[in-house]
């Protein structure tokens, strides 16, 4: 996400630039696409659960963005190609 973005880990978890907002919750988005609970999801980031589900429940505003679109199903098909490599 980071090299895609250009923003580093430290931005993207706590910066309120626009910027690094959605890249916020399109990593929220895509760590529960793959199953993680809000729970899980806070524990990793060191956000609030509320924070997490907040940023669920309001994705779609997101979505609405070009940028977010175009990052967002990259991430998602490198998170296939990924998950469906054999070591």
Not at 69 to 85: D, G, M, P, V
Request: glycine share 2%; hydrophobic share 35%; with cysteine.
């Amino acid at each position: 996400m980071c090299e895609l973005t250009e923003l580093s880990v430290e931005k993207v978890c706590k910066s309120n630039l626009e910027e690094c907002v959605d890249a916020r919750y399109i990593l929220i988005k895509l760590l529960s696409d793959i199953g993680l609970t809000d729970i899980e999801i806070a524990e990793m980031s060191g956000f609030t659960r509320q924070c997490i589900n907040f940023a669920k429940n309001h994705f779609n505003l997101r979505l609405k963005k070009w940028s977010v679109r175009t990052i967002y199903k990259e991430l998602k098909t490198t998170f296939a190609e990924t998950s469906n490599q054999k070591p």
